[in-house]
């Protein structure tokens, strides 16, 4: 028989264990997003790969909103995060810092997630668009690479909050390997 994990075995750091907690090198840059219920569900995918921030940028709403909380689960409490009015304000301190600007989009200058290799070191803003419109065409200008998610149906895109799982489970691969 096939037992579940007991909440104790399951280990799961507290709130201040996790900020205490090193973090992935990565911020997560909502530019524009629409839905709290996706913004909710990016705080959890946060908090599960121990990222550094997030970034929610424009019309993006913020913490403490009860549609971001019913997806978040109280993630918004674990994973820092920081509004600024344009995303370009956001990217422009990442760079600062040292970060590597990756828009996820379908441009032609896109590579394929899977072909995407991660340098060693590195620490990354990966920069998710509207769920209508994308990302504005400015930010992919300033990005240093777009990558793209490889898509076989009769749909052209994915969900953001499923996007931003893929992308961060593929990154985390890599640079845990």
Known sequence: M???????????LSVIQYKESQKAPVVIVLDNIRSRHNIGSVFRTADA??????HLCGITATPPHRDIQKTALGATESVDWIYFPSTFESLNRLRREGYLVI????THASI??????PQAGSKFALVF??????IDDPILDYSDQCIIIP???TKHSLNIAVAVGIVVWELFKKTSA
């Open 49 to 54: 790969f121990r990222l550094q921030a997030i």
């Open 2 to 12: 096939v037992t579940k994990f007991t909440m104790q075995e399951l280990n799961r």
């Open 103 to 106: 828009a996820i989009e379908q």
């Open 129 to 134: 668009g509207n769920e209508i419109h994308g």
């Open 151 to 153: 898509q076989y149906g």
């Open 112 to 117: 394929t997630l899977d072909q995407f290799t």
